[in-house]
């Protein structure tokens, strides 16, 4: 080890979610100083900031939850199947007291820039507070979906009304009674938000750009006898979702393709999934993300479906996705979304047709209409999985940025670190599967990858981490390689692909070859002596840089 300058901390973390929560406790058991910085004023993170009415996971939430403590595991009772948001958070908070996790922790305070030391080998982290310290080991926790994205609508900052962004939303709620609402947007947190403040507001008319796949989540309380259920198969579930799951999500996967199947048998088969609810539904069939002919006989039953369900045949028809296969924007779990275009007081307008023109004091105009409001709720989404990390100022060796590496699209070695920026890890960042799977798994497996290359760094008695070059851009060509696999490139306007960002290079960001398979892939780096990562003394590294 070189004998360099003593620094502030051993380990600088940003974000206090689920991966900074995860990644303090994790790292306690190796370094001694530990500083986490959080934007907001309490743990959380996406679950801290999204409040809008009717966030909740869109995954069953004895799975989206910690498996690295037995006991918290088992402790924790959850209400419904689906918690809401709310909830969520609640558990974190449980979490950041059980593991005493917030003595580490620093809110209200933004890391704004962290630039690497080639010199002294460390990294120089700076916050909105002025402050100013070293650390060893710079951990970025910010999460894939938490850097929000207002869309360039002009006249937006002319709205007398008020305008809430789903991602920001007011702590203290807001009360839409009787007012006349609108909802730009019909993503996930579209079709969360749409039905429950369409119970409040006296008017809500939703602007829809695309029309999404949503499937009912079906969502109950959770019953004790569930709950013993999965606490008494925990060990085995857990293991099966890590090393045999495309999401990382315990499945029942149904034979290989829904084109064996004659049309009658196929129908009954989505019949009984979509009575389960949620994305049990997509995995009837094997080959439903990789076959244009079978994804269709999926996205024909959620077409029926919406036709069942809206009584406005106009109104369904513009509801119902036609212009991209199925799972390749993420598919919605809703509780009665569609549903809720029978009430009287609902009003959808479709922005392919009539554009919105500009928007005015008094509301949002389009075409020849002026929508007149009270309220405006975005439910635009976000610059997913590089703008949490491109948005601080980050710079690497040579004092090459980041936001310059990645300038024609991200570029990492298995998601986790990026070749010239030694000792900085990314949990579950872009080229890792991260939103294509349980994120509290993708998490999980990252935090405790790190620790291992963290551990073998201090068995060799080295200084640095990072990727070999080479190996960078041989994941890079996988990422590319996998994604050409599955339908995703039939659907090219998504956030997926960075396209709902002007000037984003439009490349796919998650891995999509599945968690299991990349799961398997990091195991055998590891065993294979952490293949394609180089560890180096700062001496060296000096020496690289002149
Ligand atoms: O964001 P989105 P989201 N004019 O990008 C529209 C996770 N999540 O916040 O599709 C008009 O999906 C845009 O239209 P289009 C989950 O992974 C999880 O809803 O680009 N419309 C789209 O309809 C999810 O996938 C949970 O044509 C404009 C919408 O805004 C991800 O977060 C809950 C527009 C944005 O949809 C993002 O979901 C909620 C414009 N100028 C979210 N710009 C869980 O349950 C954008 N739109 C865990």
Redesign the pocket.
Known sequence: MSDYKAVDYDVVIVGAGFAGLYAIHKMREQAPSIRCFEAGDGVGGVWFW?RYPG????IESMQYSYSFDKDLQNEWDWSEHYAPGGEICAYLNHVADRFNLRRDITFNTRVTAAHFDGEEGLWRVTTDQGETLTTRVFIMATGS?SASQT?D?PGLDDFSGGTYH??EWPHDGVDFSGRRVAV???????I?CIPEIAKEAGQLTV????P?FSIPAQNRSMSDEYRQDWRENYDERRRYAKEECPSAVVREFGPPSAKAVDKAARDAEYHRRWRIGGAEFMSAYRDIPTDLESNATAADFVRERIAEVVNNPETAEMLSPRDYPIGT??ICIDNFYFETYNRSNVRLVD?KKTP?KRIEASGIRTGTELHVLDDIVL????DALTGPLTRVDIRGRGNLSLKDKWADGPKSYLGIMVAGFPNMFTVTGPGSPS?LANVVVAIEQHIELIADLLVHKAKTNVDLIEPEPQAESDWGNEVNAVVERTLFSHSP?T?YMGA?IPGKPRVILPYAGGFHNYYRICNDIVADGYRGFRFSLATEDRLQDT
């Open positions: 999204n966030i909740r996971c869109d979906l869309p609508i789903t991602a730009i947007g019909t993503g996930s947190s579209g969360q602007f829809q750009r695309t999404n924007k993420r922005l919105i439910a635009t989404g976000f939103v306007t956030w709902n």
